[in-house]
């Protein structure tokens, strides 16, 4: 790692610390333990005649080297899921692909960071 990542990488580690929220990311039945720092939704309207649906797609940033699954650091993928305990339940997002990016881009130059791209599926109150 060269100077220029791991100072991105402490970057991130101090704003994670402040902004950040623990999830699990999970592809199948397995599932790897995340900070994320969840960016501002973006909400899409699709009206119809009989009715509106309408999503909320939220963009989670990630340390790139933090989403293993054992040994072996991997990238995001189609229909991957995020799950975030939050006050009102435990919310799920999956992993969406957005042109011209795919599922995820780098945030930073130094690529340290990932931008996953993600709609909300799911909050389950408990």
Sequence with gaps: MTLFERAAAVKWK???KANGQDAVYRRG???CPLVVCRTKPEKTELA?????????????????NDLRFG???TQPCLGDEIEIAEAIGTVRYEVIE???HGCWRHHDLSRVTLRVFTQEIEVRHE
Excluded: C, M, Y
């Design 14 to 16: 101090r704003a994670s």
């Design 29 to 31: 039945n397995r599932t």
């Design 48 to 64: 119809g005649e009989s009715a509106t649906v309408q999503t909320k797609r939220w963009d989670f940033i990630i340390l790139a």
């Design 71 to 73: 040994p072996l650091v």
């Design 98 to 100: 957005v042109e011209p």
